[in-house]
């Protein structure tokens, strides 16, 4: 089997072994094997994965771990960005680190960790912004759609006091799973995959063979009728549904929606040079921790490192454990601690005006709180950069992550590109992002095996910059009983924080071209187009939402992807900079989208909409204000807000004027975005045969092999 591949990559390659489990009906065994994926891959020190990439065989670990959800379990592992020759060795060391801990046991605290993380998971049931009911339904039909029972997978807690006490009892469960499913199973496959930097090329060419041998088959009459059921399709393309089919769709009124906002709880508790935010909110028995360090003061070399950065305090160990301790004791203390660059424009602001942040999350249950709060102290304090080994390979791993993401994600690629050009904030997503991201880390990792103590000095001087308590705001959600116990320890914390930041830096963005065609293998595009309305006199109103949501669905929905058949079209307003970007997923017609995108004004302020249609794109701009949000998400979305200067009093001011929206404010924003299509930035993402025809529609496209 072969894949496209590009320049730079046309030696590597990817292997996984995958395993055909038993059925899904047995929830004993499910959890095992759920367990046993943590305690094997879950972790970046698990036994197996690290294995894998100590070998230096790959770039980054392949396959995609446990699979349940259909009715015949699987399990897949593996390496990519092997080289050739090497599928066989990988195969033969998955197979010899699995036989070893068969025969030594797995590490105590690598089960504990596999055990702690996966009871905390099911307690917690944090589906994100996904409705937790739909997630149960779903969870529950891998038996339901199979003649089982559907509750099977949703009672967990005898499985797991079953598995529990047999591990208590000294029992091999997990070790005899690795036997019995792994090492002597034989339904299991190696599958291999071999680059090809000519398919993209063979399957065009075959395409256009076939093609013409079967127009040389058709008669006067052949062609006739695929003409006419051409035109039949663009005739069912064009007419509306009627009102009446429209009708029958079950709907929420505008007397349906509430006038307010439901505010979310959050007290502030100022302390010393840092800030505490308290949200009152009931979480079950869950403490959630935000620490959002300030990013102003990091020199703008150094930005990029910044996402690396917050992975090496979590993962490269520190003055007190080394990694592999250190990760299995964060999975058996706590739900975990994740880490994220947040940066964001700031309301009232200008274009140089940016929230940055690197935030650390954690969470842990009540009595767990001291273990959480002293990890964190722990790694932020203590974190050990000397390892130049694994910070290699952690390098390594980002950067293939980074290219993996760029083919089938080219519409975030294409939207963090045009962000870059009108706002600081833009500018520093992109560095850390970003298709720069992607050059920052291809340096990184030849810096890390040819000057790694210059590396090692990079990080020492992020930690400096920005692991402080001055400005730190920091972010606690759980009920009020909670945070009466936990905000104490929580301040003695921020207290042993280092007290010392230099100033602010500047930031140099940099200045890209109008158009850029970013080549990737792939055999579609990814089209964005960006404008900028300020400079076309807009501020804004919150009736633009409820205009971004009809467009969204009615006219992008209609001429991309029901007409140009692209499998998804977006358009996303930032209400504090008035920059809008479009953006197509998936979608083979570019240089169409492009004309279609920078139409959209003159359709709106052409468009005539019915009442029901006004209705139901202020019922759908106001789901999106009011998007579902579990409790970690609310005390998360609180502190967002109030780094960035969203304030209550402007979200009230933007509800009224979505709730009162108009045709009248659709006609204006339609100028708006007319004015500001004559200044349209461009940028597709797709195969690079295609940008010498985009170069005749876009003058002066500058081309980048991304990959």
Not at 40 to 69: Q, V, Y
Not at 101 to 127: I, K, M, Q, S, W
Not at 361 to 386: M, W
Not at 410 to 439: C, F, I, K, P, V
């Amino acid at each position: 089997m072969a894949f496209a591949a590009a320049q730079g990559q046309a030696e590597r390659g990817f292997v996984t072994v995958n395993w055909l489990l038993p059925e899904g009906a047995d929830a004993d065994l499910v959890l095992v094997l759920d367990v046993l994926e943590h305690v094997l891959i879950g972790l970046p020190t698990s036994p197996l994965r690290k294995a894998l990439l100590d070998s230096r065989l790959g770039e980054d670990l392949a396959g995609g771990g446990l699979e349940d959800e259909l009715r015949q379990m699987t399990f897949s592992t593996g390496l990519k960005g092997i080289r050739p020759g090497d599928a066989q060795t990988v195969e033969e060391l998955i197979f010899a680190t699995l036989a070893e801990l068969v025969r030594t046991g797995l590490p105590a605290d690598a089960v504990e960790a596999g055990v702690n993380a996966l009871e905390f998971a099911l307690r917690e049931n944090n589906t994100g912004s996904f409705p937790r009911g739909l997630a149960l339904m779903l969870r529950a039909m891998t038996t339901w759609l199979h003649d089982g029972d559907p509750l099977s997978p949703l009672r967990f807690s005898g499985p797991l006091a079953r598995l529990k006490a047999k591990l208590a009892a000294g029992e091999p469960v997990l070790e005899t799973a690795i036997r019995t499913y792994l090492l002597e199973n034989p339904h299991r496959v190696t599958l291999t995959l071999a680059p090809d930097t000519r398919l993209e090329e063979n399957r065009n060419a075959a395409e256009k063979a076939e093609l013409a041998k079967a127009a040389a088959r058709m008669d006067a009459d052949e062609r006739q009728r695929l003409v006419d059921d051409a035109a039949a399709l663009h005739l069912f393309q064009e007419t509306p549904d009627s009102p009446e089919a429209l009708a029958t769709i079950p709907s929420l009124t505008l007397a349906d929606l509430p006038a307010t906002e439901t505010p979310i709880p959050q007290r502030d508790a100022p302390h010393g040079q840092a800030m505490l935010l308290c949200h009152d909110i009931e979480t079950n028995g869950v403490l959630y921790v935000d620490l959002a360090f300030p990013l102003d003061g990091v020199p703008d070399d150094l930005l990029p490192l910044v996402p690396l950065f917050g992975r090496a305090v979590l993962e490269l160990g520190s003055d007190r454990h080394d990694p592999v301790t250190l990760t299995r004791r964060i999975a058996a203390k706590t739900g975990g601690i994740s880490r994220e660059a947040l940066v964001a424009s700031l309301a009232g602001g200008g274009p140089g005006d940016v929230a940055a942040r690197l935030l650390f999350r954690g969470k842990a249950t009540l009595d767990k709180t001291a273990d959480l709060l002293d990890i964190l102290e722990e790694v932020l304090t203590g974190a050990d950069f000397s390892n130049g080994e694994r910070f290699a390979q952690m390098a390594l791993e980002a950067k293939s992550r980074v290219e993996r993401q760029l083919a089938p994600a080219g519409h975030a690629t294409a939207s963090s590109r045009l962000r870059a050009r009108y706002n600081l904030a833009g500018y520093a997503a992109e560095r850390m992002r970003g298709l720069s991201q992607l050059d920052f880390l291809r340096a990184l990792v030849d810096r890390t095996t040819s000057d790694y103590p210059s590396v090692r000095r990079d990080l020492e001087t992020l930690r400096e910059h920005v692991l402080t308590r001055r400005g730190l705001v920091a972010g606690l959600t759980a009920s009020q009983a909670a945070l009466d116990t936990a905000e104490p320890a929580v301040t003695a914390f921020l207290d042993r924080l280092p007290d010392a930041a230099p100033g602010k830096s500047a930031w140099n963005p940099i200045t890209l071209p109008a158009y850029e065609g970013i080549a990737v293998p792939s055999q579609v595009h990814y089209v964005g187009v960006g404008l900028d309305l300020t400079k076309a006199g807009w501020t804004f109103d919150g009736a633009d939402l409820v205009a971004v949501r009809y467009l969204r669905m009615a006219y992008l929905w209609d001429r991309v992807r029901v007409r140009g058949g692209a499998y998804g079209a977006f358009l996303q307003l930032d209400r504090f900079t008035g920059v809008a970007v479009f953006c197509s997923y998936r979608d083979p017609n570019a240089g169409a989208t492009v004309d279609v995108f920078r139409e959209t004004g003159r359709f709106l302020k052409e468009a005539q909409l019915s009442d029901e249609a006004m209705t139901r794109a202020i019922i759908g701009a106001i789901g999106d204000i009011d998007s579902h949000l579990l409790p970690d998400a609310k005390g998360s979305v609180a502190m967002t807000r109030r780094l960035i200067g969203d304030t209550a009093e402007a979200r009230q001011t933007m509800r009224r004027q979505v709730l009162a929206a108009g045709i009248g404010r659709f006609r204006e924003f339609g100028e708006l975005l007319e004015k500001a299509a004559q200044d349209a930035s461009v940028v597709v993402v797709g195969p690079g045969a295609s940008m010498d025809a985009l170069a005749a529609k876009l003058p002066g496209l500058a081309r980048v092999d991304a990959l």
